[in-house]
């Protein structure tokens, strides 16, 4: 079940490593190897939407199992997004929250075997980032206006030496926006593809290990590491939505943000 | 020396150098946390969430390294 491929950095057998193997010569086999991260994507969306759609298809007062278990992960998101944004940040929590779904069961989908993690090749994991910088750009822009935002872009200055260096503030900010969803991307496709490769790096230690002895198995030497995928699964996932939101809640006017701060504490 | 023995030489070098420095800061960010959950036992659990963020921020820098290790790699033949 668990093999290494010779060239390049080893990597972990998927079923559709064997379905395009089976296969061999032909366009399907192909079509398999070239849209392999995008199968696992519409695997996980699929999946996302399937059990989100059929739990809320009957919402009830009082939940079930199911629906409370989905009410308390949302619940949670928003908390979050409310703690770092503030009251108004609500507005926000679909898209993050739906950020964070996606990334932490795509992770933890990788971790089954035969399958693989989405997060783990750079193609499916920057359209996302390119999503939150379109997404910040675009709430930047509606939420400050074109002039605010490119006084946003500016550094925000105040006063006149705010002003006298305003035009060195502003590529620098402009790279920064550029260099957000870079960063963002590298982070997560780094931890889960480097994550992977750990393991199957034990794994075809394991087998080597028991190779003498000519039966197909190997010692479960990558089983330690499952844990500490799991945790780095929810860790990155967690990352990647915190930073969104930071990203997001930079972006939002100021002055309103600390009028609200400041409504909080009189009241 | 060739570009072969040069990537072999130097891609492991280069990883153990990233690591290094992020050992450093993560033995700190670790440290202080551990400090502050000392020092005030009831927050454990807001300190413990913003340690792994920035423990993974730390560690990013080390997984860009690797990224670059990972690429070279296939050159060193």
Redesign the interface.
Known sequence: MHETVE???PEILNWIHLLSKATAPSAFSDFLMTWEHVIFAGIVISLISFVSISISKNIQLIPGRAQALLELLISGLDGIVQSVIGPRGRTYTPFVGSLFIYIFISNIFGLIPLQNSTMAFLTTVAPIAICVFLYVQWVGITKNGIPGYLHHLCGSPQDIFGWLVAPLMFPLHVLGEFIKPL?LS??L???I??GH?LLAVFMGMGIQMLKPLHIPAGVPLHFPFLFLELLVGV??A??FT?LSTIYIAMMLPHEEHEHEVHAQTTH | MDTHAMLAIFLPLSLGLAAFGSALGLGKAVAAAMEATARQPEAATKILVSMLTGCAFIEALTIYALIVVFNLSGKIG
């Open positions: 060239s390049g950095p960063s590298f982070r496709y780094g931890n593809m480097a490769v860790i990155q967690f990352v915190l």
